[in-house]
């Protein structure tokens, strides 16, 4: 199965900025989809932010130039700076990816989730 290896996270009041990390350790030959989702209580699972292997970036309209991401590819690792914070904000925030293959040979076709970090926004 594919290894995440999250960092980031925590308690921050509104306004602040948080940094999330995620990894996937390993062999990586390739990932085509990375990034996050995010989960709140009582509601359904929502994407943040995706980088595609081509470069091509997908993500929810809350994020309005208060998130950025980067990923590097040659590391298999992606980050996300998030900025500007509100309460609804606040939630569990999923690494993904989406067709991982490793260099000896298995391979991830579907969606894989790490295990999440917590995200607190509050005053």
């Known amino acids: 199965q594919v290894q995440f290896v999250e960092s980031g996270g925590g308690l921050v009041k509104p306004g602040g900025s948080l940094k999330l990390s995620c990894q996937i350790s390993?062999?990586?030959?390739?990932?085509?989809?990375m990034g996050w989702y995010r989960q709140a209580a009582g509601k359904r699972r929502e994407l943040v932010y995706v980088?595609?292997?081509?470069?091509?970036?997908d993500y929810g309209d809350f994020v309005k130039g208060r998130f950025t991401a980067h990923r590097d590819h040659a590391k298999n690792m992606m980050t996300l700076q998030m900025n500007r914070l509100e309460p609804e904000d606040t939630a569990v925030y999923y690494c993904?990816?989406?067709?991982?293959?490793?260099?000896?040979?298995?391979?991830?076709?579907?969606?894989?989730w790490g295990q999440g970090t917590q995200v607190t926004v509050s005053s």
């Open positions: 390993g062999r990586v030959d390739s990932i085509y989809r």
């Open positions: 980088i595609v292997s081509d470069g091509a970036r």
């Open positions: 993904y990816t989406k067709g991982v293959t490793y260099e000896d040979g298995p391979s991830y076709p579907g969606e894989s």
